[in-house]
């Protein structure tokens, strides 16, 4: 079982940065393949980045792609997302997940725990 927990969300203007972490309980999070999904009001969930349990595979949807960066501190059971040159359709509410197979997925269905979200908002 591994509990995630989101923190680092909040309002900042178009073009600034937020960085979010995912603290995660239990002594397995180092074999997980963490990701992160967004989603905003009437629109489905979307996988933002996804990393695999190493840390050495990375992907990234193509709207995030030069602007977030996903990292994992496994000493620290913690995920990152450095999110630069925000932009107002990034406004949603932010998720860590955590899937058991070690692998970077953007598939929601693939993933075994999640958190409960951090909301972003980005103002123009």
């Known amino acids: 079982q591994v509990r995630l927990v989101e923190s680092g969300g909040g309002l900042v203007q178009a073009g600034g940065s937020l960085r979010l972490s995912c603290a995660a309980s239990g002594r397995t999070f180092s074999s997980y393949g963490m990701g992160w999904f967004r989603q905003a009001p009437v629109k489905e969930r979307e996988c933002v980045a996804a990393i695999t349990w190493s840390g050495g595979s990375r992907v990234y949807a193509d709207s995030v792609k030069g602007r977030f960066t996903a990292s994992r501190d496994n000493a620290k059971n913690t995920l990152y997302l450095q999110m630069n040159s925000l932009k107002p359709e990034d406004t949603a509410n932010y998720y860590c997940?955590?899937?058991?197979?070690?692998?970077?997925?953007?598939?929601?269905?693939?993933?075994?725990?999640w958190g409960q979200g951090t909301q972003v908002t980005v103002s123009s």
């Open positions: 997940a955590a899937n058991r197979g070690g692998t970077a997925s953007g598939t929601p269905g693939r993933y075994n725990y």
